[in-house]
């Protein structure tokens, strides 16, 4: 089986996981609070079938529909292909769900691309990570995944003091597996997907070998325990909250409690060369790849309904409102533009895998930004007509309607209700409990900000020749 549909997803969560809300072990696929959201994750299945010529393509091996984010890449047609795939699945819900299966469908398929860097290593286990690339093909498997220490002090290093007993550590090994304790953050999609998959984020030190680790296990393994946060979906019309109504991607904190992870799942175990290794090969160039492009559509949404917004209030042509719209777009034609660069420098790694230009990193440093201004100005723009928005349900009402036709219709001859989809799906963009979360999401879901600063600088100083100043000076006869 490859290429699921919305009904085959749903059937395979429907299993021992184990999952905290509400102070209670819940089941999934019974939950009530959960049952818009996971509706909505199934749909994403329904979507890719309904967009094949875009999501699909033919898979080698089996000669049936797979995934295209599930491609190793290894042209320019195979990049191509992928963008086509990434830009239809973001359009699905407009960016809101910023950890679809091709987020980390591409994680691993630029790993498996990569062999160069387990050679470093042990051959055997890029043969497990391939095999389980395999697994995820056939079975068009949800992965989430958790590569955050789950460091509490942090006036101490993140691998020491209390930190040490927090996170994810092998304590015990067996001659067929493995045993980890501990926990890492943070698990978008956890509840709602199939397989857990740890791997490498931040480089860890000599010395710290037992927190080497990758590997990936069924979200319904022994021991596997996924605390929720509050659950933001709604339980309300499409119409009324078409974000929260479908598009919450529960994340859980994740506690590893003697779960057992056998041999053929074990990516890195100890190797600190190829553990630090993983992220820069893989990420920047490839992953951003992906959440670029989810990014892009999402500021097309937004810069859209800014100007649906602006249009309703008759004031589209006010200098303030122009330059707040333009700003929109700007970031827009940037990230297109990063976009465009990075795949027009593709390249061939050496290992056979051809990845956008490792630049296209720095959409990861101000993105976070710009989505956070986003939201600022859809609040600036909106004010309070982001809450002058009656349910829609209100409108059946011949007396309500005829009074919210003459009072609150939109400008230039737009209609009560077109207004008031306008403003309630802005206000559930931004401002409802669904929208703060992914505003939370923007600013850190690749790492802080402040993280990837100081990365830009030192990539700069290893990247580039400098000394202009001094060049300068010395040609100016000031030296
Ligand atoms: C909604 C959401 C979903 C997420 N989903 C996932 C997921 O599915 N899987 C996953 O693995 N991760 C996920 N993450 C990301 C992850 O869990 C962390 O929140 C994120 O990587 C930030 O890591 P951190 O706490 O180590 O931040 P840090 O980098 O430690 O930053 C925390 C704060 O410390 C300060 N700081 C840090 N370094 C510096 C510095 N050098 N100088 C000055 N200040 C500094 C900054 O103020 C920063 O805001 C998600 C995060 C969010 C919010």
Redesign the pocket.
Known sequence: MTARTSKQYLAGLSDEREVWLNGRRVKVTEEPALQGSLRGMAGYYDWQHRHAEDCLVTDAVSGQPMSASLIIPRSREDLTARHRCYERLARYSYGML??TPDYCNTTLSGQAGRPDIWAKGEMRHHDNLKRFHREVIEGDLSL??????A?ID?SIP?LAGMNADLTLRVTERRSDRIVVSGA???????PFADEIFVYP??PIQKGEEKYALAFAVPVKTKGVIQVCRDHYGVDAAVRDRPFSSRFDEQ?SFVIFDNVEVPNERVFVDGNIEVYNAIAPAVFPGNVLQQTAIRAAVKLEFAYDLCVQMARAQNNEKRPDVVMMLGEIYGYLQMTRMAIHSAETRAFDTGSGAFFPHPDLAIVKTFMPMWMLRVNDIIDTLGAHNLLVTPTLDTFDDARMRALLDRYMPGANGMSAQERTRIFRAAWDFSGSALGS?VE??E?????????AL?GDHFTAQAAEKWGQVHSFLKDSGAL
């Open positions: 910023g950890r989430t995944h958790t590569i955050i220490h460091a942090r993140e890492k953050l943070l698990a978008t999609l956890g984020a931040a994340d979360r939370l999401y600013r850190y879901y690749l790492g802080s900000r402040q993280r100081a």
